[in-house]
């Protein structure tokens, strides 16, 4: 029929206050966000942070109290989850075990009236793009976890919809297989004329996969950026230490500046304003071990406490006084070794001006 074989354009979403509530608590606390056409947008956050929420708003699956859920210049709040023209992924799968691989790829056409030699083509073509070509004859029962998740994937594209929304698809899958179809996903995203909304609470997976993050935490965005955006420069302390390895060290106010270990830093970006206490974010293999002691390098002075192998990298602890501790990772090269200084020795690591983050600590 016209309307499902109509040629998809992906197009942007725009949330505005949107507001969820379940008796006192709000789950979605006046959330605005801009996705762009064709954009993969991830929102990343932990546990109960509102994200399965959010994505259910987005389906229509879940009310909202109040705001607006835009599908290009259509408004959506009230339009029901059927005629959103979405498709949806889950972590369970969600495939019918009585039906054949390829029935379950081909009923999002069936249920749309298309004819049924148009269903197999088109199922069949869908389950090329995930891979799992000839695999249409087969029971949901005789596939792995990794191909039932391709399945789903075709099941969810196969009407072409110009939205698919997906929530942590790939966390039942062991590490290996996540992280090969986080690329296998970013790659047929590129081959798709469609919006993703993708979402997970793994923040690594995130980074590699998305154009843009959204981080959410206690139903609210805390920052939306681009991946590198996000992990050079948090705007917060729960987004620094909630994505990548993040070591904290507090350092003093000094007016317009900033000290640590009674040594001046040089900063990237001004110091935060207020008075509160301040952080030093680090992130382990931005420093270096030989302190430099260049104009644009800030020293820190430590003690190795420990060395740790790690196959690709070693961390090293180092004890850098009153308390404080800092994880260095050095890159191992083709010998498996990094040149590294022994147990006890005192060093000066370096860190650039460029690679500083200072951020306040927020009252909560
Ligand atoms: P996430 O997907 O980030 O883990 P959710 O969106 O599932 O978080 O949940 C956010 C918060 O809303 C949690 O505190 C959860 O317990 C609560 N919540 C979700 N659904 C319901 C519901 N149907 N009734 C009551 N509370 C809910
Ligand atoms: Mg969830």
Redesign the pocket.
Same mark, same amino acid.
């Given at each position: 029929m016209a309307a499902a074989a109509a040629s998809s354009q992906s197009l942007p979403i725009t949330v505005s206050n949107l507001v +969820?509530a379940?008796?006192d @608590?709000r789950? @979605?606390d006046d959330v605005s966000i801009a996705i762009r056409p064709g954009e993969f947008m991830t @929102?990343l956050?932990? /546990?109960? /942070?509102? +994200? #399965? #929420? *959010? *994505?259910?708003a987005l389906a229509g699956f879940?009310s909202p109290e109040s705001g607006s859920i835009r599908f290009g210049e259509q408004e959506m709040i009230t339009t029901s989850p059927h005629k959103r023209g979405v498709g949806m992924v889950f972590q369970s799968y969600a495939l019918f075990p009585f039906m054949s691989v390829a029935e379950n790829v081909a009923y999002p056409l069936k249920i749309r009236g298309v004819s049924p030699a148009e269903q197999k083509s088109r199922a069949e073509a869908a389950l090329a793009m995930v891979k799992l070509g000839g695999y249409g004859g087969r029971r949901i029962n005789q596939l792995s976890g990794g191909q039932k998740q391709r399945v789903a994937l075709a099941r969810a594209m196969v009407f072409e919809p110009r939205i698919i929304l997906m929530?942590?698809p790939l966390s039942a899958l062991d590490k290996k297989l996540r992280e090969h179809m986080q690329i296998e996903l970013k790659q047929l995203h590129q081959k798709l004329d469609a919006t993703i909304v993708y979402?997970t609470?793994d923040q690594r997976e995130a980074l590699t996969m998305s154009d843009r993050i959204a981080v959410?935490n206690k139903?609210r965005i805390a920052q939306l950026d681009e991946p590198k955006a996000l992990y050079r420069r948090p705007n917060s302390l729960f987004v620094a230490d909630f994505i990548g390895e993040t070591v904290l060290l507090p350092v003093q106010r000094d007016g317009d500046d900033v000290s640590l270990q009674g040594r001046r830093l040089k900063l990237a970006t001004p110091t935060p304003a207020g008075s509160g206490p301040l952080q030093l974010v680090i992130r382990p293999e931005l420093l270096q071990l030989d302190g430099g002691g260049d104009d644009q390098t800030n020293t820190i002075a430590g003690v190795v406490r420990q060395t740790i192998y790690q196959g690709d990298s070693v961390l090293l602890i180092i004890d850098a006084g009153e308390g404080r501790e800092v994880s260095v990772r050095i890159a191992t090269n083709r010998a498996g070794q990094a040149s590294l200084p022994d147990s006890g020795s005192q060093i000066a690591l370096g860190l650039h001006r460029d690679d500083t983050v200072v951020l306040a600590e927020q009252a909560s």
């Open positions: +969820k379940y008796g @608590l789950v @979605l @929102l956050g932990p /546990s109960g /942070s509102g +994200k #399965t #929420t *959010l *994505l259910m879940v929530d942590e979402v609470h959410i139903g």
